[in-house]
């Protein structure tokens, strides 16, 4: 099992590298396309009855796939249609955002694994949550360049690694024993840590989102900035956890061999990167 994660782990970061390093900026856009697409139809098939809508999930991930490889070729084009998808983007991400914020966060407190898989409101938030995601990375890909993107998923990379190491070494309190009860309170401490001395490290190299950060807020300011994302991360990735614990499921699917799925890659990616570009008005 760990030679396959690890093979499977050399595979992905080999893919985004090369799309990252592509002259058409395109194919970066295609593969967070991809990656949004698989993320919605496994987070559908986590909050949709299984009957009758089994081929649901499938039939709004390929629409969305579609819209959002469209959307992408008009963003590298430019002009008009450019920049109307700029608007709706800046409509769409505060929205996201709050719900994230509110609901999926009181959700997440309130760890209610006991309820019904179902949920039409949660099925209803899929796309717009996986959207926004999408299109805030490809318009920071095409205004700021690869190193601000990675940057920023390096943010999350770097929460994720700090808490699973320490919730190994000194975990002792649960977490949120009801939703993911192998999380801790000593590994989220360390993985929220994490994020704020990242978002220091990083913000004396031009062109992160770190600089980004503390150019807006400076660096004492930026600093609790890149805790609260953190935070969001690891909320988001117990949100998803409580959608596959109502579902009664591991993963929330098996298309990456050693890792599940896609969303259980990007659940912490997903609900911080709107709210990163909020605080980086970057993009306004």
Do not use: N
Not at 3 to 30: H, K, Y
Not at 166 to 171: K, L, S
């Amino acid at each position: 099992m760990l030679g396959q994660r690890i093979l499977t782990a050399i595979v992905l970061l080999a893919v985004l590298a090369a799309a990252i390093s592509a002259d058409q900026p395109l194919w970066f856009l295609a593969l967070l396309a991809l990656a949004a697409a698989c993320a919605t139809w496994e987070w559908l098939r986590l909050t949709l009855p299984a009957s009758p809508a089994s081929a649901t999930p499938v039939g709004v991930a390929v629409l969305l796939f579609a819209a959002m490889l469209a959307a992408a070729w008009a963003f590298q084009r430019g002009g008009e249609a450019a920049r109307m998808l700029e608007h709706l983007v800046g409509l769409l991400t505060p929205a996201v955002s709050v719900v994230w914020l509110l609901a999926a966060s009181v959700a997440v407190v309130r760890g209610r694994s006991d309820a019904p898989a179902a949920s039409l409101g949660w099925s209803l938030f899929a796309v717009p949550a996986t959207l926004a995601a999408w299109s805030v990375l490809g318009l920071m890909y095409l205004a700021y360049g690869s190193i601000y993107v990675v940057s920023l998923l390096a943010l999350v990379w770097v929460a994720d690694i700090a808490a699973y190491f320490a919730g190994r070494a000194f975990g002792r309190h649960k977490l949120a024993p009801r939703v993911s009860p192998g999380k801790t309170i000593e590994g989220a401490v360390a993985g929220v840590v994490a994020a704020l001395l990242w978002i220091v490290a990083s913000a004396s190299w031009p062109g992160t989102f770190g600089y980004a950060l503390a150019e807006r807020w400076s660096i004492w300011g930026a600093a609790p900035l890149g805790a609260l994302l953190g935070v969001i991360a690891i909320m988001g990735d117990l949100f998803e956890s409580l959608l596959k614990r109502r579902a009664g499921r591991k993963d929330s699917s098996a298309l990456l061999p050693g890792h599940g799925g896609v969303y259980d890659r990007i659940d912490a990616i997903i609900p911080v990167v709107p709210v990163a570009l909020l605080l980086s008005g970057v993009l306004f």
